[in-house]
């Protein structure tokens, strides 16, 4: 059974930094695309950051030369390493991917989301 869970959030001044992490299991993170995505209330889950399973990156205009993604194969682990947040980053965010399931189809995964709250 795949499963995702997300850690790290909290609460930050803004031009603070937080990481967080993504733990999969059931399936490597090694071999699927990867994403990084957040829902502020009211608003539409967007994309943050992607890493395909090739390595290749895309982040949001609103997050790039501040967010980082990475994965570490060993531990299983996508990270996300945001820096000098802002109020306007204040939502909870949540790790994805898409597997291929024989007789399913591609499925989406989806953590249980962290809370991020940037304060002014």
């Known amino acids: 059974q795949v499963r995702l869970v997300e850690s790290g959030g909290g609460l930050v001044q803004a031009g603070g930094s937080l990481r967080l992490s993504c733990a999969a299991f059931?399936?490597?993170?090694?071999?699927?695309?990867m994403g990084w995505y957040r829902q502020a209330p009211g608003k539409q889950r967007d994309l943050v950051a992607g890493?395909?399973?090739?390595?290749?990156?895309n982040y949001a205009d609103s997050v790039k030369g501040r967010f980082t993604i990475s994965r570490d194969n060993a531990k299983n682990t996508v990270y996300l390493q945001m820096n000098s947040l802002k109020p306007e980053d204040t939502a909870v965010y949540f790790c994805s991917t898409k597997i291929f399931l024989p007789g399913s189809g591609i499925v989406d995964f989806w953590g249980q989301g962290t809370q991020v709250t940037v304060s002014s």
């Open positions: 890493i395909s399973s090739l390595g290749s990156i």
């Open positions: 059931g399936t490597a993170v090694s071999v699927n695309a």
